[in-house]
Nanobody
Framework: QVQLVESGGGLVQAGGSLRLSCAAS????????MGWFRQAPGKEREFVGA?????????YYADSVKGRFTISRDNAKNTVYLQMNSLKPEDTAVYYC???????????????????WGQGTQVTVSS
């Protein structure tokens, strides 16, 4: 079982930056891939990016955020970060952190491939 707690959301102007944090707890956290998803009103939850290896720091991003968003981790704190730069109004959404069962390998980007979810944090980008 993995517990996830996100923080760091808020209101920012277009072009600004925010950093989200996802604190993970539970057994063998570092064996779980960690993903970030977002969901805007009336839309499906979509993949933003993921850390697929805590040790190697391997990451993968959706095309819509590539070059603007960066995922990093602090192994000692079991915390994953989502640094969001050059924010756009279309980035407005509730952002969720998720953990994937270690039995699933490779790059996966669907919400159903992730097993544990945080409560979400609102990010609003004003124009």
């Amino acid at each position: 079982q993995v517990q996830l707690v996100e923080s760091g959301g808020g209101l920012v102007q277009a072009g600004g930056s925010l950093r989200l944090s996802c604190a993970a707890s539970g057994r063998t956290v570092s064996s779980h891939a960690m993903g970030w998803f977002r969901q805007a009103p009336g839309k499906e939850r979509e993949f933003v990016g993921a850390l697929f290896s805590w040790s190697a720091g391997s990451t993968y991003y959706a095309d819509s955020v590539k070059g603007r968003f960066t995922i990093s981790r602090d192994n000692a704190k079991n915390t994953v970060y989502l640094q969001m730069n050059s924010l756009k109004p279309e980035d407005t959404a509730v952002y969720y952190c998720a953990a994937r069962d270690p039995a699933i390998v490779g790059i996966t980007t669907t919400p159903r491939s992730f097993n544990y979810w945080g409560q979400g944090t609102q990010v609003t980008v004003s124009s």
